[in-house]
């Protein structure tokens, strides 16, 4: 149990905001997690973004809390024998704001480089000629598809994508980090196209968003491909080795095949680690299974409530969704998932899209076998 080997080293909240703890490995190696604040909440509160540094010979960091938390992350890191000076490198589990945001003030203040993803190296540019709104000229590639008003995106994501510009990043090219050869990258793209775990040894899974307890993280769609493709490294030429719910699947997949190989290893999600005055632990394994699950329970949901005849994708959320979570931005949040299902569900040919945004049910149910079908690799 993860309450058993956690050493607290600073107790913050009930939801685990401003946390730090110490885990022990047999190996002698110890990661600690540092958990920095963000800023939504309601329904679809995550917690706190737990972000680990990874001590031993060649020691890093992992995620860098939101946009601001560069400073608050060295206040937490002098709080542990480890020294900014003593870190090989900031590293990445995915370019989402509230993982990436606090990394250019981190490599400023520290002189640590940054290793990215390839992925994330190209994303996170901004390509004014090809972004599909001049509104969203200046905006990271990887932004294209926010749904957010422009309102938001002027007061809150301004300095953030301004600071991605200027990072200086290098990448991760190989299976295993290039400072140390111990510590194993596993590219698992379906929630964000950049999405890395990083395994310690048969010892520890630090896994991101790809797997998370009590939530079920978002999928991605197939459609931000047709923005993204000619930016994408050439060997990504389909959508769905990087983009949407069949990506995703395949990476809960190889997380499974993983969590029977090492079934003793502790996995450290990004989120909820701590959260309501209780530990979460991962069975890797199990957790794997029980997302990919959810996601097979959806898609039958969807097929049920297009028995009643053709909607649109506002119908099936709100028939879908409870309306606690459909509450201001939630709907929009609701509508992303709906979007990725749906995709599967025409891949698998039970459902097509008809008239005035609208879609029907073709009468068949092949989404399960399709869903089995798709290989861990």
Wanted: charged share 25%; net charge negative; aromatic share 10%.
């Amino acid at each position: 149990m993860i309450a058993d080997s956690a050493e607290i080293i600073h107790q913050g909240d009930l939801n685990g905001n401003q946390w730090i703890i110490r885990v022990g490995l047999p190996s002698g190696r110890s990661i600690f997690g540092l958990a920095t604040e963000n800023v939504y909440g309601g329904d679809w509160d995550l917690g706190p973004t737990w972000n680990y540094v990874v001590q031993g010979e060649n020691p890093f960091l992992i995620d860098a809390g939101r946009y601001g938390m560069g400073g608050r992350i060295l206040e937490m890191l002098a709080e542990t024998p480890v020294r900014p000076e003593d870190l090989k490198g900031f590293l990445l589990s995915h370019g989402h704001e509230d993982h990436d945001g606090g990394l250019l003030e981190l490599t400023q203040k520290t002189g640590v480089p940054a290793w990215v993803h390839p992925v994330y190296r190209n994303l996170s540019r901004s390509y004014p000629d090809k972004a599909p709104l001049s509104s969203k000229a200046t905006f990271s590639a990887s932004c294209w598809h926010c749904f957010m008003p422009e309102s938001f995106a002027l007061t809150h994501c301004a300095g953030y994508h301004r600071d991605r510009m200027m990072l200086e990043t290098h990448c991760l090219d190989g299976e295993f980090l290039p400072f140390d050869s111990d510590i194993r990258t596993h590219h698992l793209p379906g929630h964000s196209p950049d999405a890395v775990a990083f395994q310690i040894g048969q010892e520890a899974l630090i896994v991101g968003d790809n797997l998370l307890p009590e939530i079920t993280p978002h999928p991605t769609q197939e459609a931000y491909y047709r923005r993204t493709a000619e930016i994408l490294p050439a060997e990504y030429d389909r959508a769905e080795m990087i983009y949407g719910l069949r990506a995703y699947l395949r990476s809960l997949k190889r997380l499974q095949a993983l969590g029977r190989e090492f079934p003793e290893m502790i996995v450290l999600p990004a989120h909820r680690l701590f959260y309501a005055n209780r530990w979460h632990r991962i069975e890797l394994e199990k957790r794997s299974e029980e997302i990919i699950e959810h996601h097979v329970q959806r898609c039958a949901a969807i097929l049920n409530i297009l028995d009643d005849g053709p909607r649109t994708l506002e119908q099936i959320v709100s028939a879908h969704f409870e309306s606690s979570l459909l509450k201001g931005f939630g709907f929009k949040l609701a509508e992303n998932e709906v979007r990725s299902h749906l995709e599967l569900l025409e891949h698998s040919g039970d459902v097509e899209p008809i008239w005035e945004d609208r879609v029907k049910s073709t009468g068949t149910c092949h989404f399960e076998q399709f869903i089995t079908d798709i290989a861990a690799h």
